[in-house]
T-cell receptor
Framework: AQSVTQPDIHITVSEGASLELRCNYS??????LFWYVQSPGQGLQLLLK??????LVQGIKGFEAEFKRSQSSFNLRKPSVHWSDAAEYFC??????????????FGKGTHLIIQP | NAGVTQTPKFQVLKTGQSMTLQCAQD?????MYWYRQDPGMGLRLIYY???????DKGEVPNGYNVSRLNKREFSLRLESAAPSQTSVYFC????????????FGDGTRLSIL
């Protein structure tokens, strides 16, 4: 079964500083990879996704992520964070079985705190 | 532009009571999902419906049942609620016919006393 590891439970970054959130996955083939963001009391919003092709993907809100097959990683980055980026971030992997999309496997999340 | 709508948003139950969580999507998606979110656990898949007329168990199905009522609606039922089922429940949907991401509802916050 696939698994997703987000090693950092909490990360604190100063406003304006760069950000990298780590995600490692375990799966027999190349899965479909996603990053979602969740603000307090809200649902999950998709930041970006990787299915195939260019390993550097751009998302909304200035985020990007790089897929590295050799490291089984899909790390999320942002050059300069804003206070509004404070939220919970989830990495997820998915499988498309052909008969319909199976559910996603999520990491446990990284809580991002922005210092003024 | 509703997307995925979940009702109710909040609910408090007593142990042993039953309840059905409702989910509807207006995006003509084929696949629908129920997840639960617990502190420090991320989201875990309870059940999913890859297409109308089919349902399958996810990672944590015990204590739950589901019904894919039609293409739009996918309900989750707790027959005899237990305190361990206190959680935030999310419904999601995707087209399912191509590798599209899942769209999530705003969640149902369920407390079982």
């Amino acid at each position: 079964a696939q698994s997703v590891t987000q090693p950092d439970i909490h990360i604190t970054v100063s406003e304006g500083a760069s950000l990298e959130l780590r995600c490692n996955y375990s799966y027999g083939a190349t899965p479909y990879l996603f990053w979602y963001v969740q603000s307090p009391g809200q649902g999950l919003q998709l930041l970006l996704k990787y299915f195939s092709g260019d390993t550097l993907v751009q998302g909304i809100k200035g985020f990007e992520a790089e897929f590295k097959r050799s490291q089984s990683s899909f790390n999320l980055r942002k050059p300069s964070v804003h206070w509004s980026d404070a939220a919970e971030y989830f990495c997820a992997v998915g499988l498309y079985s052909g008969g319909g999309a199976d559910g996603l496997t999520f990491g446990k999340g990284t809580h991002l705190i922005i210092q003024p | 532009n509703a997307g995925v709508t979940q009702t109710p948003k909040f609910q408090v139950l007593k142990t042993g009571q039953s309840m059905t969580l409702q989910c509807a999507q207006d995006m003509n998606h084929n696949s629908m999902y129920w997840y639960r979110q617990d502190p420090g656990m991320g989201l875990r898949l309870i059940y999913y419906s890859a297409s109308e007329g089919t349902t399958d168990k996810g990672e944590v199905p015990n204590g739950y049942n589901v019904s894919r009522l039609n293409k739009r609606e996918f309900s989750l039922r707790l027959e005899s609620a237990a305190p361990s089922q206190t959680s935030v429940y999310f419904c999601a949907s995707t087209s399912g016919t191509s590798n599209q991401p899942q769209h999530f509802g705003d969640g149902t916050r369920l407390s079982i006393l």
